[in-house]
């Protein structure tokens, strides 16, 4: 090596260490044109320039390093990264392929090429590589749930639940993947989707996402129970439909006459004393939380709870 590209190579060295790339890549360039057959220069040059931004500029290098290497793995990635930064997902597509082609457990490579036919909408390609990954890195479990989210995107439901299910079972807090199980359950499994609503709760009350889908959940499973007549069901949604605060009147005189046809009279008689309170007056009401206080034995409450109406409606010959 000439002696002067020889310190300028040691200072670009020294330059890259400390963090002043600018100055690293200027000495670098300064070995090249005294020896441009300094490829360790030269690969150095290409990856500070890559960290500048100026892609073009390091695709350059690498190119040219690549000519006179053309299976080195690491040179074939980086020539891919900086393409792919660059904006040229068609020209890293091949070249993360060659790296996955001469070593397919090269994880960088065949994550790269997944993200770049993902953003070239081959879902299909991601899919099958993202499968490889999977199959490399069992516990990785973020590319497991990419999986899954591009099963769902392809029409690909089933697939995409066994995915989720593993990923759930191995990683128990994995909030995200809980939530879009319940999302392809919905349809299929409303209980099911549920449950892993629960889940999700029992970590994260406030969990993104998982109150709007929870609300989707009810109000499909509740038009199934009322199409079908099913009472038990209607009111297990219908307490889920109030857990989740939508505490309508409506809804909980619904549920809590549903309680009473169903003989549980003590939940009918607490979602009937909440409404007594906002509607003293209503004598409907009123009857019949007196009838499942006396039936519960509390006599003296379900008194109380007439002379309420009374005094709320004095002169109602009604009353």
């Given at each position: 090596?000439?002696?002067?590209?020889?310190?300028?190579?040691?200072?670009?060295?020294?330059?890259?260490?400390?963090?002043?790339?600018?100055?690293?890549?200027?000495?670098?360039?300064?070995?090249?044109?005294?020896?441009?057959?300094?490829?360790?220069?030269?690969?150095?040059?290409?990856?500070?320039?890559?960290?500048?931004?100026?892609?073009?500029?390091?695709?350059?290098?690498?190119?040219?390093?690549?000519?006179?290497?053309?299976?080195?793995?690491?040179?074939?990635?980086?020539?891919?990264?900086?393409?792919?930064?660059?904006?040229?997902?068609?020209?890293?597509?091949?070249?993360?392929?060659?790296?996955?082609r001469l070593d397919p457990t090269f994880v960088p490579a065949l994550s790269s090429l997944?993200?770049?036919?993902?953003?070239?909408?081959?879902?299909?390609?991601?899919?099958?590589?993202?499968?490889?990954?999977?199959?490399?890195?069992?516990?990785?479990?973020?590319?497991?749930?990419?999986?899954?989210?591009?099963?769902?995107?392809?029409?690909?439901?089933?697939?995409?639940?066994?995915?989720?299910?593993?990923?759930?079972?191995?990683?128990?807090?994995?909030?995200?993947?809980?939530?879009?199980?319940?999302?392809?359950?919905?349809?299929r499994d409303a209980e099911s989707a549920w449950q892993q609503l629960s889940a999700i709760w029992e970590k994260d009350p406030g969990f993104v996402g998982s109150r709007?889908?929870?609300?989707?959940?009810?109000?499909?499973?509740?038009?199934?129970?009322?199409?079908?007549?099913?009472?038990?069901?209607?009111?297990?949604?219908?307490?889920?439909?109030?857990?989740?605060?939508?505490?309508?009147?409506?809804?909980?005189?619904?549920?809590?006459?549903?309680?009473?046809?169903?003989?549980?009279?003590?939940?009918?008689?607490?979602?009937?004393?909440?409404?007594?309170?906002?509607?003293?007056?209503?004598?409907?009401?009123?009857?019949?939380?007196?009838?499942?206080?006396?039936?519960?034995?509390?006599?003296?409450?379900?008194?109380?709870?007439?002379?309420?109406?009374?005094?709320?409606?004095?002169?109602?010959?009604?009353?």
């Amino acid at each position: 090596m000439h002696p002067k590209a020889l310190a300028s190579h040691q200072a670009g060295l020294a330059y890259e260490q400390h963090g002043d790339l600018q100055a690293a890549a200027v000495e670098y360039e300064k070995a090249l044109a005294l020896d441009p057959r300094l490829d360790l220069t030269r690969t150095h040059l290409a990856a500070v320039r890559h960290q500048l931004g100026d892609y073009e500029a390091a695709i350059g290098h690498y190119r040219q390093l690549v000519e006179a290497q053309p299976d080195d793995l690491k040179l074939l990635y980086n020539l891919g990264a900086s393409y792919s930064s660059a904006g040229r997902p068609a020209d890293a597509a091949p070249l993360f392929l060659r790296c996955a082609r001469l070593d397919p457990t090269f994880v960088p490579a065949l994550s790269s090429l997944a993200w770049v036919y993902r953003q070239q909408g081959n879902g299909d390609a991601a899919i099958a590589v993202l499968g490889q990954l999977a199959s490399l890195q069992p516990e990785d479990l973020e590319v497991r749930y990419q999986l899954a989210e591009l099963l769902r995107d392809q029409g690909r439901p089933i697939e995409a639940i066994a995915q989720l299910q593993g990923l759930v079972g191995q990683n128990t807090g994995h909030l995200a993947g809980r939530l879009l199980l319940a999302d392809l359950l919905a349809e299929r499994d409303a209980e099911s989707a549920w449950q892993q609503l629960s889940a999700i709760w029992e970590k994260d009350p406030g969990f993104v996402g998982s109150r709007l889908l929870a609300e989707r959940i009810v109000q499909r499973a509740l038009g199934q129970a009322e199409g079908t007549g099913d009472r038990l069901a209607e009111a297990t949604w219908l307490d889920r439909k109030i857990l989740i605060g939508e505490r309508e009147p409506v809804s909980m005189r619904r549920l809590a006459d549903l309680y009473r046809d169903l003989d549980r009279t003590a939940k009918a008689a607490a979602l009937y004393q909440e409404l007594h309170l906002l509607e003293p007056g209503d004598l409907d009401l009123s009857s019949v939380l007196a009838s499942c206080l006396k039936r519960l034995g509390k006599r003296d409450e379900a008194r109380t709870v007439l002379e309420d109406v009374l005094q709320a409606r004095p002169d109602d010959p009604e009353v």
